[in-house]
């Protein structure tokens, strides 16, 4: 057998690298709307002001900020998340154009900050509720299932500013009344449920997993211990309100090879995969692996458990693991080779095996089907790719057409590696969700020329263009796809 016959096939987005409307509908400040316009080679920055009225703006990967810093946005910079691709405001158009594709689910997440402005507040906003009753009313008018992210990069910077955010567990409170919220209000609407996007991007610094300002790897580890305490009350909440409610969690994979058949390469790439592993080890089987244990102890990092948070962590374990998949990078213990080091969030060695998109990301099917082999493997739960795709600039051409042909090849050989990984390995896989089905601006770099969607949306690094949708050549392809159930590739 192949893909079921339920098998959601979709799209993936973010509220905060598409939706826009960043202030309208009461909403608050998220930690991606104080990110700047970035490119390939000028790094993205996080802006705030100190205690002597100095405006910063400081490297998004690796932030580290002094403890009077207040997140905000400030004049003369440019922040691309402000107008996203403008969702808020053509969510109608953007629904029926998934319709037309044949969506059978959309990844979306909810911008907390549109719920809960400053993230601690006692009552929800309301217009910020109806907003997405409209957006699930709109996808379930065109049969598509929403699949909802809790938390994508969206902390509300309320709670960087007044206790650090995640580093301090008074925020699992706050994120447990906004999941309440959400679940009780789009009961019968959303069943399908994600907690924390990429929750190892912690391990990369802690703005944009959690709106944490600094790389100590104390703060790191304490922040990491809160998100997934809430993660694990967040699949409780949601269970106890409808039973019909599947919740998953979502970490950033990429297969990491050893880069020679050297043991210490091998040994390497084993410890590099636990970066990753960690995170979803706890959400999915409910304790901390011994490995983590020990790093801890070994690194002087204070960790502790209560009964009952260990309690919580046993009782909140997910009912399926979703991830991300992009690419696959090498793992080596060479310094020699390390000196040579490329790819972006998922930072590892080149492949020479492999060719690699215009942003260093290296393109590897095959790494999906192990990535799928590896996950089932570990786990036996039912999996979901949440994302994947190409970032790729596109060409429009006099007539408006779109010729992303490269676009097609690479989904076309992920897709067929997610049919043997099925066919041939036995994995349970639910769903399939391309990364920016709609293009949208870039997380890494803040660009919005780095394109993923089936569909085109005129703006562009300048701030020009009126936002207007256009199908690309992957638009009827990823329809056919769909219609033949992963059959007609
Ligand atoms: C994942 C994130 O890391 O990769 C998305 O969950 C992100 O938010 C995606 O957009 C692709 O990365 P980028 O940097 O090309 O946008």
Redesign the pocket.
């Known amino acids: 057998m192949s893909f079921s016959k339920d098998f959601l096939w979709g799209g993936a987005t ?1 509220a905060n ?1 598409y939706e826009g409307g960043w202030d309208q509908g009461g909403k608050g400040v998220s930690s991606s709307d104080c990110c700047t316009r970035g490119s390939r080679t000028q790094p993205r920055k996080v802006t705030y002001k100190t205690s002597d009225g100095v405006v910063h703006a400081d490297m998004m990967f690796g932030l580290d900020a002094p403890e009077d810093a207040v997140f905000g946005c400030y004049e003369g910079f440019d922040y691309p998340s402000h107008e996203g691709a403008d969702f808020y405001h053509r969510y109608k158009e953007d629904i029926a154009l998934m319709g037309e594709m044949g969506y059978k689910t959309f990844r979306m997440s909810i911008n907390w900050t549109r719920i809960f402005p400053l993230g601690y507040e006692e009552e929800p906003n309301e217009e910020g509720l109806k907003f997405y009753d409209d957006v699930f009313d709109e996808c379930l008018k065109h049969g598509i299932k929403p699949l909802v992210t809790l938390s ?2 969206e902390t509300p910077v309320g709670l960087t500013n007044k206790w650090g955010s995640w580093v301090d567990a008074r925020t699992i409170e706050c994120f447990c009344r906004y999941v309440k919220t959400v679940g009780e209000r789009y009961k019968g609407k959303v069943e399908y449920w994600l907690t924390f ?2 929750i190892n ?1 912690l391990g990369f610094g802690g703005w944009m997993a959690a709106g944490v300002p600094s790389r100590d790897p104390q703060k790191i580890a304490d922040a990491a211990k809160h998100q997934l305490i809430a993660s694990a009350k967040a699949v409780q909440i949601l269970h106890a309100i409808d039973a019909n409610n599947k919740v998953g969690n979502m970490i ?1 994979y990429g297969m990491i090879y050893p880069h020679t058949c050297a043991p210490r390469d091998v040994l390497k790439a084993w410890s590099s995969f636990n970066g990753s592993y960690f995170y979803c080890d706890v959400q999915a089987r409910g304790y901390y692996p011994a490995y983590k244990l020990k790093e801890y102890e070994r690194n002087g990092i204070e960790f502790s458990l209560t009964e009952e948070e260990k309690e919580t962590l046993k009782n909140g374990t997910v009912d399926f693991i979703s991830f ?1 998949y ?1 690419m696959s990078n090498c793992a080596s213990d060479d310094p020699e080779v390390l000196a040579n080091q490329g790819g ?2 998922m930072f590892g060695v080149k492949n020479p095996y492999l060719k690699a998109s215009d ?1 260093g990301w290296q393109i590897d099917p095959t790494g999906l089907r192990l990535s799928l082999d590896y996950m089932y493997d570990r786990y036996q739960l039912p999996l979901m790719v949440v ?1 994947n795709g190409l ?1 790729a600039q596109d060409q429009v051409e006099e007539d408006g057409s779109i010729h992303d042909s490269y676009r097609i090849d690479y989904l076309r050989d992920h897709i067929k590696a997610m049919k043997d990984a099925i066919e041939i390995d036995g994995v349970e896989l639910w769903g399939y969700t391309p ?2 089905c709609i293009d949208l601006v ?4 803040g660009e919005m020329h ?1 394109r ?1 969607g089936f569909v085109y949306v005129d703006y562009q690094d300048d701030g020009t263009g009126q936002g207007d949708r256009s199908k690309k050549d992957s638009f009827d392809w990823y329809k056919k796809v769909i219609s033949s159930n992963g059959e007609d590739l």
Request: net charge negative; glycine share 14%; proline share 0%.
């Open positions: 973010a690298q994508h990069y996007n990429e991007c950033g991300s992009y972006n969030m942003w994302e970032g990364w920016g870039s997380a890494s770099t780095k993923y």
